[in-house]
């Protein structure tokens, strides 16, 4: 069966500091990822996502970048965390097919508090 | 532009009071309808796929239906346990990236 990781659980950071999220899917080859943001009482918001190693789209502008460097990690960061920044982030994965929309399978999350 | 309505925003049942939440929504060429159900401080759980107008779904007390222009998730006879938020996305601009609702926060009291 597929699982999905994401650590750290929970981070509190500095304004200014720079941030590492780290995403790993096990039990399946070649997967979507995508990461999500959630603020406090609101939707989810995609940030990023892929279709393979090194292939990263993103769709909103913002202080924040992912890679893709092996084809089950994916990693968010920033070199330097706003206040904006806070929030719960969400990794997900769904099989890469063609036709139809996949479902999309959701990690833990992180909850980030930038102060 | 494509968008995501869940009404009401907050529900607060009585256990064994059945009811609705409803998901509209105005993409066009619609690629499939999604429900999760999102727990405080955890990641989203997938519940239902629904691709064609007319198709439902049932899991335990939860029942969702597809019209062309809506979804309804219907729960009937709910637990405290169903307690959570739950949430509808749809495909947008292509088949690989979905568009969330807002979510309906779901309250069952004993």
């Known amino acids: 069966s597929q699982t999905i990781h994401q650590w750290p659980a929970t981070l509190v950071q500095p304004v200014g500091s720079p941030l590492s999220l780290e995403c790993t899917v096990e039990g399946t080859s070649n997967p979507n990822l995508y990461w999500y943001r959630q603020a406090a009482g609101r939707g989810l918001q995609l940030l990023f996502y892929s279709v393979g190693i090194g292939q990263i789209s993103s769709e909103v502008p913002q202080n924040l970048s992912a890679s893709r460097p092996q084809d089950r990690q994916f990693i968010l960061s920033s070199k330097k965390l706003l206040l904006s920044d806070s929030g719960f982030y969400l990794c997900a994965w769904s099989v890469r097919t063609s036709g139809f929309t996949d479902t999309q399978y959701f990690g833990p999350g992180t909850r980030l508090t930038v102060l | 532009e494509d968008q995501v309505t869940q009404s009401p925003e907050a529900l607060r049942l009585q256990e064994g009071e059945s009811s609705s939440l409803n998901c509209s929504y105005t993409v066009s060429g619609l690629r499939g309808l999604f429900w999760y159900r999102q727990d405080p401080g955890k990641g989203p759980e997938f519940l239902f796929t629904l691709y064609s107008a007319g198709e439902e779904k049932e899991k335990e007390r939860l029942k969702a239906t597809l019209t062309k222009k809506e979804s309804f998730l219907h729960i009937t006879a709910p637990k405290p346990e169903d307690s959570a938020t739950y949430l509808c996305?749809?495909?947008?601009?292509?088949?690989?990236?979905?568009?969330f609702g807002q979510g309906t926060r779901l309250t069952i009291n004993p």
């Open positions: 996305a749809v495909p947008f601009q292509g088949a690989q990236k979905l568009v």
